[in-house]
């Protein structure tokens, strides 16, 4: 009979896993002021600085966005989803992403030419920074929850808006903030359907 103690492990961190195994996002409508300064944003943004990279290329960075950069990008989404000729609904929401909030990161994808690491795994690693950064606000005790939306890959709202290259995009908009309700649980993965175990 197997040996139980085995998976016990003297480098386990259990509290680690119990976070990972309860984390939830929190809507970015329920966060508000205060939000983490510029000295309690460090540690989470080193933490997701160590977000697995295949070559060391660093291919993401980060813009934050505080007040005046949010309001100035709330009125960029009106003046882009009309004249991309969105409907009323879809543009409001897209513009309250950036108008209700006090602060967001843009996590950008910035890929680097390499003849070792391909781009679409370069992609996946600012896919890990995105979520590192928003466990990590989480960990932190703030509310946090990743969006993204059109803007995201709308080339002249990242040009004039975030100043991206030619080959940027915003992989997320991490917005962090004092959450006012905590949300209810959602509906989880039915593992027994997602797992294939291969033992030959």
Known sequence: ?????????????PEVLDF??????????????????????????????????????????FIVLENAA???????????GLALGLQADKLDKAQRQFGDADLAIAVVSSPVSSEKVPEVEQILSVGAVCLALLNAALASGWGANWLSSWMALDRE????????????????????????????????????????????
């Open 20 to 61: 990972l195994l309860s984390r939830r996002s929190r809507p970015a409508k329920t966060l508000v002021a205060p939000v983490p300064d510029r000295a309690a944003l460090m540690p989470m943004l080193s933490a997701a600085a160590r977000s697995p990279d295949h070559g060391k290329l660093e291919p993401w960075r």
């Open 157 to 200: 709202f990242l040009t004039d808006g975030l100043g991206l290259a030619s080959h940027e995009f915003v992989a997320g908009f991490i917005h962090i903030g004092t959450e006012t309700s905590a949300p209810p649980e959602r509906p989880r993965p039915d593992l027994d359907a997602k797992i294939s175990w291969v033992s030959a």
């Open 1 to 13: 009979m197997p040996d139980a103690s085995q998976n016990v492990r003297p480098n386990a961190r």
């Open 70 to 80: 949010l309001a100035r990008l709330a009125d960029l989404t009106a003046a882009r």
